[in-house]
């Protein structure tokens, strides 16, 4: 099976993620690469007066946004809920 999208991640987002503790990193790196498939599974949120979406894992989310027209998903930031909305 092939991805519809293909991602990109930001160098900052790909530091959040290695900063990340060793025990939530594979789920949160399994969620990012479903987004490939599906840039807008059950559970995603469109933020408000951001071109940004959000989904969760756990206690973190994830901020990407969605470029339909070139099928490409960026991973913008990855963060605890009490950090990553600031």
Do not use: C, W
């Amino acid at each position: 099976m092939t991805a519809s999208y293909s991602l990109r991640i930001k160098r900052s987002a790909e530091k959040e993620l290695k900063a990340l503790p060793k025990t939530d990193r594979p789920r949160i790196v399994e969620k990012i690469h479903s987004l490939a498939g599906n840039p807008r599974p059950p559970g995603y949120q469109k933020m408000s007066g951001l071109f940004q979406h959000r989904i969760r894992q756990g206690d973190y989310r994830i901020l990407y946004t969605i470029d339909d027209n070139n099928r490409v998903v960026e991973i913008v930031k990855i963060g605890h809920r009490r950090e990553v909305y600031r």
